[in-house]
Nanobody, 123 residues
Framework: LQLVESGGGLAQPGGSLTLSCAVS????????IAWFRQSPGKEREAVSC????????AYSDSVKGRFTVSKDNVNNTAYLEMSSLQPEDTAVYYC?????????????????WGQGTQVTVSS
């Protein structure tokens, strides 16, 4: 079972990036997907999560209205579209997979994690 993030990089303030989370070894439609981020010296933060079917989504207050989570259960890939990026969005972003959806994304455990992708927002 593997999750591989991609799409990170350098963006200017106000810019956009789309992260992908490709999963293998299991069917994405059987899992909840959550995106977390962590920057040096800060605790890991749950950014967003999406339920198995993709019909329910949740976001942290810090990204609501700017980020959009989605999943393509046919192609086994989840996405995090990030817009209006700010320097405080700089972090390593991780996707994770679990069995339980909660609109408080951090309140439930996730069984599988990717290796992370770096997002840097700077002019």
């Amino acid at each position: 079972l593997q999750l591989v993030e991609s799409g990170g990089g350098l963006a200017q303030p106000g810019g956009s990036l789309t992260l992908s989370c490709a999963v293998s070894g299991f069917s994405l439609d059987a899992y909840v997907i959550a995106w977390f981020r962590q920057s040096p010296g800060k605790e890991r933060e749950a950014v967003s999560c999406i339920n198995r079917s993709g019909g329910l989504t949740a976001y942290s207050d810090s990204v609501k209205g700017r980020f959009t989570v989605s999943k393509d259960n046919v192609n086994n890939t989840a996405y995090l579209e990030m817009s209006s990026l700010q320097p405080e969005d700089t972090a390593v972003y991780y996707c994770s997979a679990g069995f339980v959806y909660n609109r408080n994304c951090a309140a439930v455990p996730y069984e599988y994690w990717g290796q992370g992708t770096q997002v840097t927002v700077s002019s």
